[in-house]
Nanobody, 126 residues
Framework: VQLQASGGGLVQAGASLRLSCAAS????????MAWFRQAPGKEREFVAA????????LYADSVKARFTISRDNAKNTVYLQMANLKSEDTAVYYC????????????????????WGQGTQVTVSS
């Protein structure tokens, strides 16, 4: 399984960006997916997750009401729409696929996921 993340870039505070994560296998549409991020000198942290059915989502408090996770299972792609970006959102963003098929429990830790994308850099200038 390969996850290809894209869409990062350099933006000013207050701007928006949309990240995409394309999965190489069609079966990825039956797995919960998530976005994590890692800022320089910090541990990787959970950002958002979505169940395979799209019925449920979960967000870190720091991004709630600003970020929206979604997916298009027909395209095997997960998105992270980021609005009102802040300098503290600067990080490498990773998409990840849950270990369990049809999991439906929106894991928040690294250990819940066993496939990871290569990361895409988001830099927000203040």
């Amino acid at each position: 399984v390969q996850l290809q993340a894209s869409g990062g870039g350099l933006v000013q505070a207050g701007a928006s960006l949309r990240l995409s994560c394309a999965a190489s296998e069609r079966t990825s549409s039956t797995y919960d997916m998530a976005w994590f991020r890692q800022a320089p000198g910090k541990e990787r942290e959970f950002v958002a997750a979505i169940t395979w059915s799209t019925r449920s989502t979960l967000y870190a408090d720091s991004v709630k009401a600003r970020f929206t996770i979604s997916r298009d299972n027909a395209k095997n792609t997960v998105y992270l729409q980021m609005a009102n970006l802040k300098s503290e959102d600067t990080a490498v963003y990773y998409c990840a696929r849950l270990r369990m098929r049809y999991g439906g429990y929106l894991g928040r830790t690294d250990q819940d996921y066993n496939y990871w994308g290569q990361g895409t850099q988001v830099t927000v200038s203040s």
